[in-house]
């Protein structure tokens, strides 16, 4: 499988993430509801950043028992509650912590950022789907 990512001129530049991935590949992989609940089922972390980090630390897991890895990717979608755009820092922040460990290229593959008044549950800050494709 080969995915390409790319940034078109005339796109915003300098985005933390890739405009278009262009995929070729048969296995198609979708990844949804991953949140910050940590596999020891300790508490989850309280901070935008923290749950940002464990958020992706559970897509790379969930990618891996699949076969794949966040070189496949071709969208992430992340979902946060109480979206303003001052609390980019903190969610850049839990992204560039773990990136390096979880094999996350930065700039990412192409992502949305979409706010919401709240998830399933009332501590959940953030939630993340991915979307990856395999030969």
Do not use: C
């Not at 559970?58 to 509650?81: H, P, Q």
């Not at 109480?82 to 560039?96: C, R, S, T």
């Amino acid at each position: 499988m080969t995915v390409t990512l790319t940034n078109p001129a005339g796109l915003l530049p300098d985005a933390p993430y890739h405009h278009v991935a262009t995929a070729s590949g048969t296995r198609h992989v979708y990844i949804a509801g991953q949140v910050a609940h940590m596999p020891d089922g300790s508490p989850i972390p309280t901070d935008l950043a923290g749950q940002v980090a464990q958020a992706l630390r559970n897509v790379a897991r969930a990618l891996d028992g699949a076969g794949a890895t966040f070189a496949d990717v071709v969208r992430l979608t992340v979902y946060v509650t109480d979206w303003q755009p001052e609390k980019i820092g903190e969610f850049m922040a839990g992204i560039e912590a773990v990136a390096d460990d979880i094999g996350l290229a930065l700039p990412m593959p192409p992502a949305s950022l979409i706010g919401v008044q709240m998830l399933f549950e009332p501590e959940v800050l953030v939630e993340i789907e991915a979307t990856a494709v395999l030969d």
